[in-house]
């Protein structure tokens, strides 16, 4: 485990992520996993997943991996984001996002 996340508000929830690629929501209070997601990246096995946020409102979290990706889960439908790419690239010029 290299991550660990509290919920902005419901402490009996927590996240939890490694380099073994798992992101895994726990209630503490059962101590069982609520949810898990693997990081597997198509033809380059697992991730390693580094650091995870929660959104304030506690719908979404968000977590990067080894590879650079931006990793976004939430809880819920995800029907309003299926018109969405898949992947998207940036130009990696090191410039920055926002000046």
């Given amino acids: 485990v290299f991550v660990l996340e509290s919920h902005p508000f419901d402490p ?7 380099h073994d690629g798992n992101v ?6 059962k101590g069982t996993k609520i949810r898990s ?8 096995g697992h991730g390693a997943v580094f650091d ?4 304030p409102d506690g719908q979404h ?4 991996d080894s590879h650079g990706h931006l990793l ?11 018109k ?3 992947q998207m690239f940036f130009h990696s010029d090191y410039r920055p996002l926002i000046r």
């Fill in 84 to 86: 969405i790419a898949d």
């Fill in 12 to 18: 009996r929830v927590l996240f939890s992520a490694g």
């Fill in 37 to 44: 997601y693997f990081n597997m990246i198509e033809g380059q």
């Fill in 24 to 29: 895994i929501v726990w209630d503490l209070a």
């Fill in 52 to 55: 995870c946020k929660c959104s």
């Fill in 72 to 82: 976004i889960f939430g809880f819920g439908s995800s029907s309003k984001y299926d």
């Fill in 61 to 64: 979290f968000a977590c990067t």
